[in-house]
C-alpha cells in the first residue's frame, strides 16, 4: 500500500505564496507520475499540476501556468508545487496523488500528461490552501 502525506498549506494574502510538499512511502513499487490537485466544496477535483519524475516533463493547467511549479525531491517519490502569486480563487483543499505509470490525453489536438484525476490510484488526505484578498 502506498501513502501520500502533504504539508505545507495555510492561510495567506493575495499575492502570497506558499509550497506544498508530498512524500510517498509504504509500497516499493516506484511511483513515476505524481501531481497535484485541488477541489472547492461541492465540485470536482481538478488538476493543477502533473510531472512524470522519470523524465521531469511536466503540464499545468492554464489557470496556474506562471505562477505554480511542480517538482520532484532529491529523494525517491517526493514532489513539491511551488505557489506564487495566488489569487482568491486558487482557494481549495490541495491534494497529492500518485501513480506507477505516466499517462497521457490529448487536449485541443496537442497530446499532453493527463490531468485526470481518474488517472491516479495513490491520494493523500489533502491540505488546505486559503488566499485571502
Known amino acids: 500500500q502506498v501513502q501520500l502525506v502533504e504539508s505545507g498549506g495555510g492561510s495567506v494574502q493575495s499575492g502570497g505564496s506558499l509550497r506544498l510538499s508530498c512524500v510517498a512511502s509504504?509500497?516499493?513499487?516506484?511511483?513515476?507520475?505524481m501531481g497535484w490537485f485541488r477541489q472547492l466544496p461541492e465540485k470536482g477535483r481538478e488538476g493543477v499540476a502533473v510531472?512524470?519524475?522519470?523524465?521531469?516533463?511536466?503540464n499545468y493547467a492554464d489557470s496556474v501556468k506562471g505562477r505554480f511549479t511542480i517538482s520532484e525531491g532529491t529523494g525517491k517519490n517526493t514532489v513539491y508545487l511551488e505557489m506564487n502569486d495566488l489569487k482568491p480563487e486558487d482557494t481549495a483543499m490541495y491534494y497529492c496523488?500518485?501513480?506507477?505509470?505516466?499517462?497521457?490525453?490529448?487536449?485541443?489536438?496537442?497530446?499532453?500528461?493527463?490531468?485526470?484525476?481518474?488517472?491516479?490510484?495513490?491520494w493523500g488526505q489533502g491540505t488546505q490552501v486559503t488566499v485571502s484578498s
Open positions: 496523488a500518485a501513480d506507477p505509470d505516466p499517462k497521457l490525453w490529448i487536449v485541443a489536438g496537442k497530446e499532453d500528461l493527463t490531468l485526470d484525476p481518474e488517472d491516479f490510484n495513490y
Open positions: 509504504g509500497s516499493t513499487v516506484n511511483l513515476y507520475f
Open positions: 510531472i512524470d519524475t522519470d523524465d521531469g516533463t511536466t
